[in-house]
């Protein structure tokens, strides 16, 4: 899910349980950041009818990224990073209303994700960090995209992260749900209070050979209790469902998500190339450009407190809860409020 951050920012984490899919929403509290005042969060959405435009396909030299693109093509350009385990219809409500304000809007399948493939079948099925933020810079480069505004949640949030920390020339601006996601596997290293490893039992599942089979054989029910742990207060229905899950049938995604999280405690290296990328990483770098960051009210999956990271974003820097029993999933959960941070950040 979301946080590779110093895990020691978890210590006052509380236990997530199954029983989270079944909180109240009454009994939530709604709290308000500031700057909050403009952003619409509305009712816990469960997808409608709406469809993406047909998709694209650009080679960037490692993969072959598939991707929705709308919205005017000589307008300001918005990429959108989605996360594990959802993909590109996260953002499906947030797309027209930034295309209706005149941004070009970039939404990419992640490596191991939807239509995306690696050119080489002999090239690494490589999940760690660095690696797919580089695809995002790739993306760029290949479109010939100077700059963006970058935002994105969970995986998604986390690349958008690096590429505003490693390359400030390239994101004009950034949205990050839950906030300041960069980390390395120092820090995965770090042993949590049992309340807070508690929230991670994924991962230690997919450290072992027993989880990334079950994984393999059971990706859409595990991807479907994730998403209830994760937003326990968004009621979407099968078919909304049923549309994101078709993307982790792609060939690599078992081997890419199995990565990533093993790769987080060490348990799997890299690729050398990523080396230096990922030593400056571990230094826990600053974000320079101007930000807002957004984090839910009912937020099942592990994220750090705003508190924890506000010092990390040094440019112009705002964050915002979004009330409502709004969950991890925030862009397809709360379109509008995400939207309007988008719209706001430029303004910064």
Same mark, same amino acid.
């Given at each position: ?117 690696f050119l080489s079948s ?72 049992p309340a807070a490893e ?11 050979? $027993?989880? *990334?089979? &079950?994984? %393999? ?7 479907? #209790?994730?998403? @209830? /742990? !994760? ?30 999280? $093993?790769? *987080?405690? &060490?348990? %799997? ?7 230096? #990328?990922?030593? @400056? /990483? !571990? ?50 959960? !709360? ?14």
């Amino acid at each position: 899910m979301s946080s590779t951050i110093d895990r020691r920012q978890f210590v006052g984490a509380v236990a997530m349980t199954l029983a989270a899919s079944q909180l109240d929403a009454t009994s939530l509290a709604k709290a308000q950041g500031p700057g909050a005042g403009g952003a619409k969060s509305g009712p816990a959405r469960a997808g409608g009818t709406r469809s993406f435009p047909p998709l694209k396909q650009v080679n960037t030299g490692l993969l072959s990224i598939s991707y929705v693109e709308e919205g005017p093509a000589d307008g300001p350009t918005v990429i959108l990073l989605h996360g594990w385990p959802y993909d590109i219809h996260s953002f499906i409500d947030v797309t027209p209303l930034l295309a209706s304000e005149g941004y070009r809007v970039l939404v990419p399948f992640l490596r191991g994700y939807g239509g995306t493939r690696f050119l080489s079948s002999s090239a690494m099925r490589n999940g760690q960090p660095a690696a797919l933020a580089v695809d995002v810079v790739d993306l760029m480069d290949t479109l010939k995209i100077p700059s963006a505004v970058l935002a994105g949640f969970d995986w998604g949030g986390r690349s958008a992260d690096i590429v505003a920390a490693l390359w400030p020339e390239r994101c004009r601006a950034l949205v990050s749900v839950s906030g300041y996601l960069i980390g390395s596997q120092a820090s995965g290293r770090v042993p949590l209070p049992p309340a807070a490893e508690l929230q991670w039992w994924y991962q230690f599942y997919f450290a072992t050979d $027993r989880g *990334r089979a &079950g994984y %393999a054989n059971y990706t859409h029910d595990f991807a479907k #209790l994730i998403w @209830r /742990l !994760a937003s326990p207060n968004w009621k979407f229905s099968q078919a909304t469902f049923d549309r994101s899950a078709e993307a982790l049938d792609n060939p690599d995604h078992v081997d890419i998500a199995i990565h990533n999280y $093993r790769w *987080r405690l &060490g348990l %799997a290296q890299g690729e050398m190339r990523y080396d230096e #990328l990922e030593r @400056r /990483l !571990a230094t826990s770098p600053p974000v320079t450009v101007p930000t807002i960051t957004l984090e839910g009210d009912a937020n099942g999956a592990p994220h750090p407190e705003p508190n924890a990271y506000a010092n990390k974003f040094t440019g112009t820097y705002q964050h915002r809860t979004i009330g409502g029993g709004i969950g991890h999933n925030l862009p397809q959960e !709360a379109p509008q409020a995400f939207a309007q941070a988008i719209l706001d950040v430029g303004k910064l």
